[in-house]
């Protein structure tokens, strides 16, 4: 089975400052993958997928961007920071397009 | 539009009882449904799925019904444990070419009472 790498835990932000976010996935091949926000008490919100190396779509207009360097590698970015980025980041992988999304354990993003 | 949502916010059940949560879907188009788990401070752990075809299906102490007449999906966990104290979300898939376009409940909090 599938197993979803999310580093840092938690990260700790100053406004305007660049992040990089990583994801990998091991245990599979040529997953779908995504990255979502999920805000508190809310639900969680795509932000982009990738249904292969280099390909990438954006779900929503915002300060972030994503790129899929390898087949199992996936990375959220920014170059500089607002205090809306802020929230609990999570990396999804799916095999196929009838199996369920399976989720990494998140970064925590706090913005000061 | 489209919403996936949940009756109750918090549920509280005694230890070894049975708990039921619901889901309301809107988007009759939907094909495949997932209930997952999140327990504070991780990600969301599949339970159990189920596709538009079936109304009913069983795993391990859970069971997910699905009721297509009235758009609601419910997760049914026998034997309620405190591991099980968790927020639970349900999550319709709308279906697509080469990626799932999936949207996610709010969630329910079950709180297991020893």
């Known amino acids: 089975s599938q197993t979803i790498h999310q580093w840092p835990a938690t990260l700790v932000q100053p406004v305007g400052s660049p992040l990089s976010l990583e994801c990998t996935v091991e245990?599979?091949?040529?997953?779908?993958l995504y990255w979502y926000r999920q805000a508190a008490g809310r639900g969680l919100q795509l932000l982009f997928y990738?249904?292969?190396?280099?390909?990438i779509s954006s779900e929503v207009p915002q300060n972030l961007s994503a790129s899929r360097p390898q087949d199992r590698q996936f990375i959220l970015s920014s170059k500089k920071l607002l205090l809306s980025d802020s929230g609990f980041y999570l990396c999804?992988?799916?095999?196929?397009?009838?199996?369920?999304?399976?989720f990494g354990d998140g970064t925590r993003l706090s913005i000061l | 539009g489209e919403s996936v949502g949940l009756h109750l916010p918090t549920l509280s059940v005694q230890e070894g009882d049975n708990s039921i949560i619901n889901c309301a879907y809107s988007?009759?188009?939907?094909?495949?449904f997932i209930w997952y788990k999140q327990e504070s401070g991780k990600g969301p752990q599949f339970i159990i799925d189920?596709?538009?075809?079936?109304d009913k299906r069983q795993g391990q102490r859970v069971t997910v019904l699905l009721n297509k007449t009235v758009k609601h999906l419910s997760l049914q966990i026998a034997a309620t444990q405190p591991g099980d104290s968790a927020v639970y979300f349900c999550?319709?898939?709308?279906?697509?070419?080469?990626?799932?376009?999936?949207?996610f409940g709010t969630g329910t909090k079950l709180q297991v009472i020893p």
């Open positions: 999804a992988s799916q095999v196929g397009q009838n199996g369920p999304q399976h």
């Open positions: 245990g599979t091949s040529n997953p779908n």
């Open positions: 990738s249904v292969g190396i280099g390909q």
């Open positions: 988007n009759s188009a939907s094909d495949y």
């Open positions: 189920i596709r538009s075809n079936m």
């Open positions: 999550a319709e898939n709308m279906g697509g070419g080469g990626y799932q376009k999936v949207t």
